[in-house]
């Protein structure tokens, strides 16, 4: 029986044999895509136009770039997740992504440019409302480039670190399933990113700032010389040296107004205020420079004067010098004003980093004070004021703890900007007289007053308050919160404050860092707006311990001296 070979294939036939019998290969689709994503993009064009809306303070050009790339790079990464998690389930066709680009195409250009038109009048329109002069249209070029440098490196950044993660994913792929790989790469690239922004950058950022703060406070402001006047810490006869004072305990001590300019306004012989201040470098802990601080007091016989202070200053240990000099001008030079320093860094870096410094210099400095003035007879005592400004009033409030405290602890409290973390200013704010709004609450049941507008202090019926909150209804100070990325807050619902423009609305994520933003320009609108109160703690002081004889022209009169 004859075998039957078989014939050899010739190279075609090998080929097409090789074509039919290899495996078909299904490419596979990434959830994440590599190219821009169209729901990513979409989004990010509805922040980007949205971060032109006006928010409680005007925005410079530079300034609102890098916002509109920020929030715009928020806007694209969220958007990017929602289609990722879209096509874990469900796979648009490309016909239809393409038709969803060229809409995109038609629509964003010219709806960034409506944005764009219309940023413009609203900060025009906001500066007006704020009393500041009008500005001359946004260099729109300028402010588009930076947001697009912005919104481009922080892409860049996020592609790098996705990138990173592929890597670690395909490593450990060897060892462990795919999906568990991928798991573990994200991991390892999270921590190693949040080390190095906490470690590299937050640290060195701090160290940095903390460096140039300490510098900064070791000098000395022009035309500031250590004071004659025994009744000045510093001076030749102070317990405190002058070179332990700091610069702004240095400021706090040489600029009381003189006795001249004190006799002429108060129409009478004045006599020459007491100012004391402890600073850093006076003593070890906040308790023995209150102790110190007390000994001042003694040595300068304050407690004989009419008036004793007592001063809680912003991070720095600055002190608005005319919330002093409008308490000396009222009283005739007849007090005895007192602060000590805390910190030498920004509030807002001592607000982020260690609230418990203001907390505990305040409670040193007001219980050191407060006992002895206490241990006096009521009848001879001096009236008991007490100032907090920013993160000030945050240390005053949490050293009583209750309003009912505050009340019965001093005869008269004055806060000025407190922040959004105050616990009775928010206990105050909760508990409102219903109908009243959020930025000028009533309170019933106790001499407790809250002003937006420093004027609202005058004529106020009944005796005088004992604790007056002063807060500018454009004040981002007072009305940033951390909710303001996910909650719509009172202060834009219903009536709004007298100074709050009605082009802004809440937005999720958006307000949020426009309100972040104001901070950075708090400290430069008008008096009465923003973070600056300046004069208006006349009013202040008026409402809560007027001199025998004080009148409403007197605040006047005296407002327009310091303003000018």
């Known amino acids: 029986m004859r075998k039957l070979i078989a014939a050899p294939l010739i190279p075609a036939q090998r080929r097409v044999a090789e074509v039919v019998s290899a495996p078909t290969v299904v490419p596979r689709r ?9 729901t990513g993009f979409g989004l990010c064009a509805v922040f980007y ?40 389930r469900w796979w648009p066709p490309r016909r239809a ?37 009008p500005q001359q249209e946004y260099d729109l070029m300028r402010t588009v480039g930076i947001s697009l440098l912005t919104f481009g490196v ?28 991928y798991c573990a790469g994200f991991v390892v690239v999270t921590v190693l990113s949040y080390t190095a922004f906490d470690g590299l950058l937050v640290g060195n ?24 006047s025994a009744l000045r810490s510093g001076s030749g006869s102070s317990l405190v040296t002058w070179d332990s004072l700091g610069r702004q305990g240095r400021n706090f001590v040489t600029k009381a107004p003189a006795v001249n300019d004190l006799s002429a306004f108060a129409g009478r012989t004045a006599v020459d ?57 009222m009283y005739g030079g007849d007090t005895a004003l007192v602060s000590m320093q805390y910190s030498y860094l920004p509030s807002w870096i001592s607000f982020a980093v260690d609230r418990s410094k203001v907390v505990d210099a305040a409670a040193a400095l007001i219980t050191a004070v407060r006992s002895r003035w206490a241990a006096m007879p009521a009848t001879d005592r001096p009236k008991l004021l007490i100032f907090g400004e920013s993160l000030g009033t945050y240390g005053t409030e949490k050293t009583f703890g209750t309003a009912a405290a505050m009340v019965e602890g001093a005869d008269g409290i004055l ?20 109908g009243s709004p959020v930025w000028d609450p009533s309170y019933p049941g106790l001499p407790v007053e809250f002003s937006s507008e420093s004027h609202e202090l005058r004529d106020l019926p009944g005796p005088p308050r004992k604790v007056v909150y002063m807060q500018n209804s454009s004040d981002p100070v007072v009305w940033w919160s951390p909710s303001l990325l996910w909650h719509k807050p009172e202060w834009l619902k219903g009536t709004r404050g007298p100074d709050v423009t009605p082009d802004m609305h809440w937005y999720p994520v958006i307000t949020f860092w426009q309100t972040t933003v104001d901070l950075l320009f708090a ?22 311990a007027p001199p025998p004889g004080w009148t409403v022209d007197d605040t006047l009169r005296l407002r327009t001296l310091l303003d000018g």
């Open 154 to 181: 922080l892409l860049l950044l996020a592609r790098c670190l996705r990138l990173a993660a592929h890597g670690f994913a395909r490593l450990f792929g060897r060892l462990v399933p795919e999906s568990a790989a």
């Open 273 to 329: 205020p007491i100012r004391i201040y402890a600073g850093l470098s006076s003593a070890g802990s906040p308790e023995e420079r209150a102790a110190l601080v007390v000994r001042e007091m003694d040595r300068t016989h304050a407690w004989d004067r009419s008036v004793i202070a007592v001063f809680t200053p912003t991070g720095t240990g600055w002190v608005d010098n005319d919330v002093p000099s409008s308490l000396e001008y």
């Open 523 to 544: 400290n430069k609108a008008p008096i009465g707006h923003g973070h600056v109160y300046k004069s208006g703690a006349v009013d202040g002081w008026a409402a809560l």
């Open 415 to 434: 806060l000025e900007g407190p922040t959004f973390a105050n616990p009775v200013h928010r206990e105050l704010t909760a508990g409102r007289e219903p």
């Open 49 to 88: 136009c949205l971060t032109y809306t006006p928010s409680l303070l005007p925005r410079p050009w530079f300034l609102q770039g890098v916002v509109a790339g920020l929030t715009a790079s928020f806007g694209y990464a969220g958007g990017t997740a929602i289609g990722a998690m879209v096509r874990l």
């Open 30 to 38: 990434k959830v994440v895509r590599c190219g821009l994503s169209v």
């Open 97 to 133: 992504e393409r038709i969803a680009w060229r809409v995109l195409f038609v629509l964003v250009p010219p709806l960034i440019l409506l944005f764009l038109w219309l940023g413009t009048r609203w900060q025009r329109e906001l500066r007006l409302r704020l009393g500041m002069p």
């Open 205 to 228: 950022l701090y160290t940095s700032a903390d460096r140039s703060a300490a510098i900064t406070d070791s000098g000395t402001g022009s035309g500031v010389v250590p004071p004659a």
